[in-house]
Every structure is written in C-alpha cells, then in structure tokens.
C-alpha cells in the first residue's frame, strides 16, 4: 500500500479511527486532529496550551477524558507521542497509518462520566 498525498492523509487517517471506533467523542477528536491541527508535511500535531483549550472545548471533555482519548488512539497504533509535554504543553504527536489493521480493543466512550465537562 503506498501512502497517501498529503490532502488525502487526513481522511484516511480518520477513516482508520471510524474502523475502531463508529461513534463518540473520539471520531470528534479525530476530525479535530486531522482536519484542524494536523501539519499535513510531517503528519504531526502540536498539542500546545491554545490546540488543548481548543479540543477539551470542542470536544467537550475534561483534561482527563481528552488524555484518555489519545492514548486510545496511541494504543490502537493511530497516533504516535514524538516529544513529551511540559505544563500546559501536552507535547507533539504523529498521526498514523498503520500497515496492519489498528488494534481496536480500547472501549470508545469513557464510561465515567467525570471526564466530560458539564454544560449545566
């Protein structure tokens, strides 16, 4: 399989996280992620403070449930941490085309409610 241009990167990566996972916040993180933030000639996405302030609204989750999130996509073999964060800065991250098919075992919704933010 050879890889995808860069405009088409982003689609298929989204269409490997729909393979996973076919509804909740984290096809909404994917759509942020690829479409949003992702730097289409590295496949990299810079979660600094404003790209996290950004998703944990959009999204609607807390710090905890967005955390939960990409390492759901981390160990399904979508999205891969190159530098670890430091303070508000979660780090940067690669998004993934995996050559096998990811691993989909990780449950899509966090089942606790604690993690996503209350518009009450």
Do not use: I, Y
């Not at 955390?67 to 160990?75: G, I, V």
Request: proline share 7%.
């Amino acid at each position: 399989m050879t890889e995808p241009d860069m405009s088409s990167f982003g689609r298929a990566w989204q269409a490997k996280v729909w393979d996973c996972w076919r509804g909740g916040h984290v096809l909404q993180l994917a759509r942020l992620l690829a479409n949003d933030l992702l730097d289409t000639h590295t496949h990299t996405v810079e979660l600094d403070r404003e790209a996290v302030n950004r998703l944990l609204h959009q999204v609607n989750l807390r710090p905890p449930g967005l955390r939960q999130l990409l390492t759901r996509l981390a160990e399904a073999g979508l999205l891969v941490q190159l530098r670890p964060g430091d303070g508000e800065n979660w780090g940067t991250c690669r998004l993934v085309l995996p050559s096998t098919p990811p691993d989909c075992t990780a449950k899509p919704e966090e089942e606790n409610n604690d993690n996503r933010t209350s518009n009450e």
